[in-house]
């Protein structure tokens, strides 16, 4: 008797454990909890950078960005920018930098970047991306969605995917390297994303972006 009471006490619990979890699942803000960061402690910052996408796969994303040079008198083109060193020269393509056109002269110069995702990379959204119903119309999202959408804890933006990166997707990129490797001995090569957030969309796309044969920097591409 002492056993049957035991397991019909023992099976009630679990009931009441599974129970508990259901309430859990439901809960937006324990749902958010339960995304945990991932761990980025093997890595540094190194800079972000704002750029056009030309290509992307789910391994990598070829980004055009627009640096704002001054004007050689001799003639002689700036050299390529380094991403590594932080440079805050580059021009949004949403935002035009008209003002700076009566303090100096400066040209664009257009330079392309090949940069890998890491396994944790993720691919966000700056403003809450649209839903839509069965009609195509827009809707409200839920409380609920839009926990879930902010999630992992930490993360900038809203959730987005890969394959949201179309040719002519504005996005900043934050790039991170491994913290093994010194700043001294750091090149471009060991640069990774760590997010790629999605601005807006140019109003028109890369002229190249459909050559899936273009190298990051072609010499035959004209600046």
């Known amino acids: 008797m002492r056993r049957v009471a035991l397991r019909a006490g023992l099976a009630f ?3 009441l454990g599974v129970g508990s979890l259901s309430l859990l699942a439901d809960d ?6 339960a995304a945990a960061p991932s761990d980025w402690s093997g890595y540094v910052f190194v800079s972000d950078v704002i750029g056009e996408v030309v290509k992307a796969d789910d391994k990598s994303v ?3 960005v627009t640096w704002l040079e ?3 008198k001799n003639g002689n083109k700036n050299g390529r920018p380094r991403l590594s060193q932080n440079n805050r020269n580059f021009s949004n393509p949403l935002q035009r930098n008209t003002g700076r056109q009566n303090q ?3 040209k664009e110069q257009h330079h392309d970047y090949e940069l890998e995702y890491l396994p944790p990379s993720l691919v966000r959204s700056k403003s809450l991306p649209p839903k839509l119903d069965d009609k195509g119309k827009k809707v409200l999202h839920t409380q609920k969605e839009i926990d879930e959408l902010r999630t992992p804890a930490g993360a900038t933006g809203y959730a987005a995917n890969k394959s949201d990166l179309v040719a002519g997707t504005i996005v900043e990129v934050h790039l991170i390297r491994d913290r093994s490797i010194s700043a001294a001995k750091a090149t471009e090569d060991d ?3 760590k997010y790629a957030v999605i601005l807006g969309k140019a109003p028109t796309p890369p002229k190249d972006a459909t050559n899936a044969g273009a190298k ?4 035959k591409k004209k600046n």
């Open 13 to 15: 619990v679990l009931s």
């Open 28 to 33: 937006p803000k324990l749902i958010k909890d």
């Open 62 to 64: 070829t980004l055009r």
């Open 70 to 72: 001054p004007q050689q």
């Open 104 to 106: 100096v002269q400066l």
């Open 191 to 193: 640069l990774r994303i």
């Open 216 to 219: 990051p920097d072609d010499k």
